[in-house]
């Protein structure tokens, strides 16, 4: 007798779950629309945002499967109006016990004549204990409900074809149980097992080793981001790595068992529970096989959501995915969603087919009524994909590469070794500095990674699914089917048999999925305005209300170190300078990796070096080291950049770890400047410790809350630029950043966030020199010619002082001379490089050294020269350190047993006079990277006291000739004959 | 006795003649019968003894009274120098402002003089280094000044150091640098290389501000001086000398020193000797030296062939020295800038071709960016003509050089936005005064690294555009051989690859058999079109 569909469900309340998923809402939308008797209670997960209602409403009745709906009603207004009256919706959740109903809920349950459960975690890669609660568990927790409510409405239970396993040949509509290949597992004890494993995972992943391999994987990913910053990233990894573990432990436990995952075979052991904890309750189970987009309802091509075979399709036709494996032989066994859902209200219609209740099962397949190879279906989409190819970024067609059907373990293993390859040549060049342009190659090398990452998901995850070969029954789909009258067909039909394979594929699913996918389907460049173009609209939009800016290598290509080096070796003379570089050079590899390891570290640690400088000189310095220095390596495109928001009305901020004097000069482009500053002492001089916090990591992030809080501003409408991840807590706080010339960690970020990324370059065709040393001051040559005027007016004009400088003239070139004359003049040399390079401006220990008699004597008409230190190296003493090398004015080698051996050094050994014992110059408190030695064995030999030869005399001449005149005290005024007056 | 300068028409023995082309050379073959070339006098002979010359003119000036006499004790006393933009190349040591500065102070003390000051008049130039004013007053100056901040770049943005000193009968308010303006007596000390230095355009617009410069440096000045190398047919000077009106009459007395240099701009020895000899003249020597530089440029990169042409001092002799009142003392430099450039040329013609060299006024040291290269071709060389300019009014202009797009970041900064946005939109000079101008000369930033770094005023590059205003209206294309396409795209001009190519798109304009006049510069030429 045929089952009239509507009829048989006309007055009835259906209760379903799952129905913000593919085919729950399929089915929802096929009751409304073609049960008008039917009344419709969702069980919906409340959200974390969002009510169950705004989620029902959201994710169900706004989706594209209800437009025809909606016409067929005449509107939007009639359509919610239907909704209200049919559709009640319930807060719950499947993955507790009980459901998670309130009483009103738990009513609405125990009113239902039907209960459909169609929620499942379908995602082939969902960790174990996830899948075991919902896909295991969640069927059983439905039956107990009921059986807890004392009702007995029909429970038709969604399951899957390949709960039948792995396996060759016929797969009849029985259950898993009475299959002669089925392993006998008990579902308890997977139960608990999977508890047990995520409970142990979690357990583990807070171990001290695997804490600190995750922290150092957040900081090879983030770099130096700062606390909060690498927190939240290392308890991501923690949670990844958890994941990971259960996922690989659900794949395992299923291929142990035959299944080809954890999905399969949480579904196998879900029905067997289901059938053993029932209680009363009727069940029937629906298996469908590969659910696609619908053949002809609601439209022909309507899906949902990506996840089954379309991303494979899709990076097949992009040319991402060049081997898939799979016999071309084989059965896909694809069923589309109105099929699927035909047979499921054919089977509510009915009823339980047992009249004990007992679970039957029917099939929703088309492998054994009217199959689709493998092959078929690739030649099909390449023949597709070949005629309607889509197009790359430059509008170009992409060609559909040849799939030539290899096994699963070759392809998996090239793309195994392809993807360890790219791992590695990613670790490789993000340890390199790259930053902008050279970056890019690490970004590109990172998205290849992704793509054979991925292509290997997509191996190992339905490669399984191409090599299954079972053959699954439809007897009983075909008998629904049958008892359907011909008019209802149309609606609910189920038979596999009316699908026209070609017309499928070519005509209606293909060209959904490339729909859905939002590929680029049309050749050309696109037109309008780029997704750059867009960022950079809306960042230079005048709704914007403050915009913050990094220093280095985001307007300008320098740093701290450069903008040291240039300070300190300004006044110093070439030798010196020289030597600066030398030391600066050999000492950058630790300076990198402290920098990288600890911005604020690094900047504490470096601007020691400041320590005894004159305040007064470096400022006055600074302005010299702008046209010099900065304005040479400056980005002049982000200057404007600046200027353009300036222009716009918003405030401008500098955020940065450089010293205040050093960015006084760029004030004119800011409103705000947050930078580090260092305290003087009563002299005037530097202390080399900073005030407060240098502005790095997460203290840019709250200096931008400052300002944003004393201005009214609000973040979201704030713009932020930066180059590197140590600036990713200021990146991360307002609504706009941009990275500029992003190291590569930020640049994959960037692109992974699909932030604004800027290229800024130096000026074109300009060089500034390759060391930042400031250039030779001081005259070149002379003219010799009577000169008299410059002694009478040299008598009459009273010695230079600061003050008489013309005020509003802060930066003439008188300055600077006049500074050096002047500090000179005492015999000391100043300057934050002196302090560094000069020995006798470092405390030395009484009488490791002897200052020079007569250091400083007026005789020598030139400032003494420093006291020279010689290091002394004996054979096999060449393994010692560069640093000593550097820093001594001499290194003399010295035969064994030249004076005396290690009998002599013995008997020094004890000795407190530290001469006698002569340490190698020990390196300084404040490098961290290298360990104090404070009593090094002797290495160098016994220094004596200088003694003045031809050849230091000669030296000496020497460097008064190379010295600048004005270094020279002046000679006493000749005695002249005054002018007239 | 050097000859004088004259028109070569070339016949099919003609050699090929050598174009400058920025950092390097050309040899380009002219067509025969209908092209003539404009070569430049020979450099003519030096003062001997020119400490004698310029005591000379110190102690016998031009409607002035000498020098030693407008000097007293407890006056102050402002020597005014021209900037680093003159001459070009630079000269060797001493630089003759340096022997006339030491010559003046030299009086000065010895009339008990104590208050001087000494002001580098660059107006909206920028500042010069301490390598440069060193270069060009020495270093005995320059030490002795410089530490006691009396030796200093004129601020033209300074609120407290510039004066307001009337304003003349067209409106033009003259505001000059208060402690010239306060001093009771400015000594100007110019170098005259071409004729449109000097004069009242000395202080007017040397030590002048923006607001007083915007009255001449416009596109309607620009449009009516034809040429403005002549300053009776230049409503730059004009104006010019209308604020000189005013400085006679309220501002302070000065005394106007101005020197003119001769055309040895290579020497006659060494590796640049044959770029002032004519082409046919070159012996086997100056043929390899040539063969051999090019190939050596060709290796080079473009910033060490900048750095060794930059380095190139020339060997000029002084040609004469005058002091004393500016007009007359104007009018005998004038005289003497002819008796060395001038040309006499009969009528215009269809094509004007130029090389253009690697130096121009505004790149000192630094790197001739394609506004610049627009400058010099359009603004300097087409406007070295007195009478009529020497190509038709609808004629071509070839020039050549590379036009990299190459900016100094210190320099230029104002110029790379104006590259990158205004010329972005348009080309046209009145539309560009008009929407931009005052944008960038009232930047704060640009204001800023104009006082504080190296940077040329934000208002230059503008000034830069105006300069080639007249040409811009007065041709009918402009073609850059072996230019940067792009950047010479941007200009709104069009690259040719060869000088062949150039010719035949001329020919759209001109026709297939125009007349074509090269003008053979530097060193410097100036044609008299009859």
């Not at chain 1, 009103?104 to 960790?127: K, Y």
Request: with cysteine; aromatic share 6%.
């Amino acid at each position: 007798m045929p089952v009239v569909i509507p009829e048989a469900l006309a007055g009835k309340r259906i209760f379903v779950t799952g129905s913000t998923g593919f085919l729950g809402t399929a089915l929802v939308e096929r009751l409304l629309r073609s049960v008008p008797g039917c009344e419709i209670v969702l069980l919906v997960r409340p959200g974390r945002m969002r009510s169950v209602a705004q989620r029902a409403r959201r994710e169900i009745f706004r989706n594209d499967c209800f437009e025809r709906l909606r016409e067929e009603l005449g509107g939007v207004a009639a359509f919610d109006e239907l909704v209200d009256r049919r559709v009640r919706v319930v807060a719950g959740d499947v993955s507790t016990d009980g459901l998670g109903l309130d009483e009103a809920g738990r009513a609405a349950l125990a009113s239902c004549d039907v209960v459909i459960h169609s929620a499942a975690t379908v995602s082939f890669d969902s960790p174990l204990d996830l899948a075991v609660e919902v896909n295991l568990m969640g069927p059983t927790r439905i039956a107990r409900t009921l059986g807890d409510l004392g009702v007995t409405p029909h429970l038709v239970a969604v399951s899957t074809c390949y709960v039948a396993g792995n396996r060759r040949g016929a797969a009849p509509e029985i259950s898993v149980h009475e299959s002669p290949f089925w392993v006998e597992v008990d579902w308890r004890r997977e139960v608990e097992a999977a508890r047990r494993v995520r409970a142990d995972l979690e357990a583990e992943s807070r171990t001290p080793p695997l804490l600190a391999r995750f922290m150092a994987e957040a900081r090879a990913e983030l770099g130096a981001a700062g606390g909060p910053l690498l927190a939240t990233k290392t308890e991501n990894r923690r949670e990844a790595w958890v994941k990971d573990r259960l996922v690989e432990a659900g794949r395992s436990r299923a291929a142990s068992l035959g299944w080809p995952d954890a999905y399969a075979m949480t579904k196998a052991l879900g029905e067997r529970a289901l059938g053993e904890s029932r209680g009363d309750v009727p069940v029937s189970i629906v298996r469908p096989a590969i659910i696609e987009s619908a053949w002809s309802q609601p439209v022909p091509g309507w899906i949902r959501g990506f996840r089954m075979a379309e991303p494979v399709i899709i990076s097949y036709a992009r040319g991402l995915l060049s081997e898939f494996p799979g016999v071309p032989e084989g059965i896909v066994d694809v069923i589309p969603v109105d099929l699927v859902v035909g047979a499921i209200c054919a089977v509510a219609a009915r009823g339980p087919l047992h009249p004990d209740g007992t679970p039957d099962v029917t099939q929703v397949a088309s492998g054994s009524a009217n199959p689709l190879a493998y092959g078929r279906l690739v030649d099909l989409v390449s023949g597709w994909f070949s005629e309607h190819p889509l197009y790359d970024s430059d509008g170009q067609p992409i060609n559909v590469p040849e799939w030539r059907f290899p096994g699963r373990g070759r392809v998996q293993g090239q793309l195994e070794r392809s993807e360890r390859l790219l791992a590695k040549a990613e670790k490789v060049l993000r340890s390199l500095p790259l930053r902008g342009r050279q970056a890019d190659v690490a970004t590109t090398v990172e998205e290849k990674r992704e793509q054979a990452e991925r292509a290997l998901a997509y191996v190992t995850l339905y490669g399984a699914y191409t090599e299954c070969e079972a053959i699954y029954g439809v007897d009983h789909l075909l008998a629904l089917d049958a008892a359907m009258p011909d008019t209802e067909r149309t609606d609910f039909g189920c038979d596999p048999r009316v699908i026209d394979w070609d017309r499928y594929v070519r005509s209606i699913h293909l060209p959904s999925v490339v729909q859905h996918a939002r590929v680029r389907t049309e050749p050309g460049r696109p037109s309008g305005d780029s997704r750059e173009q867009r960022l950079r609209r809306q960042v230079l939009s005048p709704d914007r209300q403050l915009a913050a800016f990094d220093l280095e290598n985001t307007l300008i290509a320098s740093n701290v170190v450069t903008s040291y080096a240039w300070l300190a070796t300004r006044r110093l003379r070439r030798p010196d300078k020289v030597r600066v570089a030398a030391r600066l050079l050999a000492e950058a590899p630790s300076l990198l990796r402290l920098d990288r390891r600890d911005r604020s570290d690094f900047l504490r640690h470096f601007y020691r070096r400041y320590e005894d400088a004159p305040a007064d000189q470096l400022v006055e310095d600074s302005v010299e080291l702008m046209s010099d220095l900065l304005l040479t390596r400056a980005f002049p495109a982000a200057i404007r950049r600046v200027r353009e928001h300036r222009a716009l009305g918003h405030r401008t901020v500098l955020i940065t770890g450089a010293l205040d004097f050093v960015v006084a000069p760029l004030r004119p482009l800011f409103d705000d400047i947050v930078c580090a500053r260092m305290s003087t002492d009563a002299s005037g001089r530097f202390t080399g410790q900073m005030t407060d916090v240098p502005p790095t990591g997460e203290s840019r992030a709250s200096a931008l809350f400052d300002l944003a809080g004393r201005y009214g501003i609000d973040l979201r409408e704030a713009v932020a630029y930066a180059d590197s991840t140590s600036d990713l807590a200021m990146l991360e706080v307002v609504g706009f950043p941009v990275a500029v010339n992003p190291e590569a960690r930020l640049a994959s970020l960037a692109r992974k966030r699909g932030w604004l990324v800027e290229s800024f370059d130096k000026a074109p065709g300009f060089r500034p020199p390759a060391l930042p040393i400031a250039a030779r001051r001081g005259p070149r040559r002379e003219w010799p010619g009577p000169l008299p005027f410059l002694a009478p007016l040299r008598a009459r004009r009273p010695r230079a002082t600061p003050a008489a400088a013309p005020p509003g003239r802060p930066a003439r070139e008188g300055a600077p001379v006049r500074a050096q004359a002047g500090s000179l003049r005492g015999g000391r040399c100043r300057g934050p490089g002196a302090a560094r390079v000069r020995c006798r401006r470092r405390p030395v220990a009484p009488g490791r050294r002897r200052r020079r008699a007569g250091a400083a004597r007026p005789r020598l008409a030139c400032p003494a020269p420093p006291t020279r230190r010689h290091l002394r190296i004996r054979p096999g003493h060449a393994r010692r350190s560069l640093q000593p090398l550097l820093r001594a004015d001499r290194v003399v080698p010295v035969h064994a047993g030249a004076r005396g051996g290690g009998r002599a050094r013995r008997r020094h050994a004890g000795r407190a006079d530290p001469r006698a014992v002569v340490r190698s110059a020990r390196r300084r408190a404040d490098v961290p990277a290298v360990p104090r030695r404070p009593h090094q064995p002797l290495r160098a030999h016994r220094l004596r006291p200088p003694r003045t030869r031809a050849a230091d005399r000669l030296l000496r001449d020497h460097w008064r000739r190379l010295g600048h005149p004005l270094d020279r005290p002046r000679q006493p005024a000749r005695p002249r004959a005054r002018g007239p007056r | 006795m050097p000859r004088p300068g004259f028109v070569l028409d070339v016949d099919r023995s003609t050699p090929p003649i050598l174009f400058h082309s920025g950092e390097g050379f050309r040899l380009e073959k002219l067509p025969a019968e209908r092209s003539r070339v404009v070569y430049p006098g020979e450099p003519l002979a030096a003062l001997r003894d020119v400490e004698a010359s310029i005591r000379d003119a110190l102690l016998s000036p031009l409607d002035s009274e000498p020098l030693p006499a407008l000097l007293r004790p407890g006056m102050k006393l402002t020597i005014c120098f021209d900037d680093i933009s003159l001459p070009l190349p630079q000269m060797r040591r001493p630089d003759i402002r340096q022997r006339i500065i030491e010559a003046v102070l030299d009086l000065a003390a010895a009339a008990g003089v104590d208050d001087v000051h000494l002001i580098a008049a660059l107006a909206l130039h920028r500042r010069m280094t301490e390598d440069e004013l060193r270069h060009a007053v020495g270093d005995r100056v320059y030490d002795a000044f410089a530490p006691q901040g009396a030796l200093y770049n004129h601020d033209a943005e300074d609120p407290d150091g510039m004066a307001h000193v009337g304003t003349t009968d067209q409106g033009e308010p003259v505001i000059i640098n208060r402690r010239a303006a306060e001093s009771d007596l400015v000594v100007y000390v110019n170098i005259n290389i071409v004729a449109m230095d000097g004069g009242w355009k000395s202080t007017a617009t040397g030590l002048a501000s923006y607001e007083s410069l915007r009255h001449h440096h416009n596109v309607h000045a620009m449009r009516h001086s034809r040429s403005f190398m002549d300053r009776h047919a230049s409503e730059l000077h004009h104006s010019n000398w209308r604020m000189g009106e005013v400085l006679k009459a309220s501002g302070p007395r000065i005394f106007q020193i101005e020197t003119t240099l001769n055309n040895d701009t290579f020497g006659d020895r060494g590796p640049m000797s044959m770029l002032q000899k004519r082409e046919w003249e070159w012996s086997t020597r100056d043929r390899a030296t040539f063969v051999g530089m090019q190939a050596g440029l060709k290796r080079m990169s473009m910033a060490t062939r900048r750095r060794i042409f930059q380095s190139w001092e020339a060997p000029y002799g002084v040609t004469s020295v005058q002091a004393g009142a500016v007009d007359a003392v104007h009018e005998r430099t004038i005289a003497n800038v002819h008796r060395q450039q001038l040309v006499p040329v009969s009528g215009q013609t269809d094509i004007l071709t130029l090389g253009l060299p690697y130096i121009c006024p505004y790149n000192v040291n630094s790197i001739m960016n394609p506004i610049l290269v627009m400058c010099l071709g359009l603004g300097y060389f087409f406007n070295m003509y007195r009478g009529r300019p020497l190509v038709r009014e609808g004629g071509v202009l070839v020039m050549t050089h590379p036009t990299p797009w190459d900016f100094h970041p210190v320099h230029h900064p104002s110029y790379i936005d104006f590259f990158e946005q205004v010329l972005a939109e348009t080309t046209d000079p009145v539309e560009i005064e008009q929407r931009y101008e005052k944008s960038f000369a009232e930047d704060e930033w640009y204001k800023h690294l104009y006082r504080t770094s190296y940077a040329y005023h934000g208002v230059h590059p503008f000034y830069m555009w105006y300069w080639g205003a007249h040409a811009l209206q007065h041709l009918s294309q402009v073609i850059i051989v072996g230019g940067e396409p792009r950047s010479v795209r941007r200009l709104g001009f069009r690259p040719a690859t060869t000088m062949a190519d150039a010719l035949e798109m001329a020919s759209d304009s001109v026709g297939r058999e125009p007349t074509i006049t090269h003008l053979h510069n530097p060193p410097l030429v100036m044609a008299d079109v009859s």
